[in-house]
């Protein structure tokens, strides 16, 4: 029996050796794997970041694109006016307008049809100022109660 147990024991040795060496390598593997399941994780969330804000850059970058276009098109659209004095009524009662005519144009194509306004006026003022009125400046004056409240 002693010579049994003496052959036998380096096998369970061996057998003893390699069961612990297996489960030492399992833990090794399992604490790897977890490793690169975290960095996996992270390089995924870094991933899905990156693409939110690649997505948003590409949508201010389209909404800019958009703006310059129209701000472009804009640019090119005009309206072309023209004016004259015409003398409308009989003969014996004569009065004068101002006749206002614009149309749109694009670059030099124009978009629409001439489009007339009439404005009648006194025939000192058509004396005086032949001219068509531009537009008048407007005071801005403030009122009292706000210099009170700024003050």
């Known amino acids: ?16 050796s390699g069961v612990l060496s297996f489960i030492v390598v ?15 994780i992270e390089t995924r969330a870094q991933l899905l970041q990156q693409q939110k ?18 701000d472009e098109f804009l640019g090119d659209v005009r ?6 004095v015409r003398q409308v009524g009989s003969a014996e009662e004569q009065r004068k307008c101002l006749v206002v005519q614009e149309r749109v144009c694009f670059r030099h194509i124009p978009l629409s049809q001439w489009m ?4 009648a006026f006194d025939q000192q003022v058509a004396e005086l100022e032949p001219a ?20």
């Open 132 to 151: 068509m009125p531009g537009p008048k400046p407007i005071a801005l004056a403030q009122p009292a109660g706000r210099r009170r409240l700024l003050r």
């Open 79 to 84: 309206v072309e006016e023209r004016h004259y």
């Open 116 to 119: 007339e306004r009439e404005l």
């Open 26 to 40: 399992q833990a090794r593997m399992e604490v790897v794997a977890a490793r690169e399941r975290e960095e996996f």
């Open 53 to 70: 804000t690649m997505e948003e850059k590409v949508r201010a970058a389209e909404a800019e694109a958009r703006r310059s276009a129209f």
């Open 1 to 16: 029996m002693p010579d049994l147990f003496l052959i036998a024991l380096p096998f369970v040795a061996a057998l003893g």
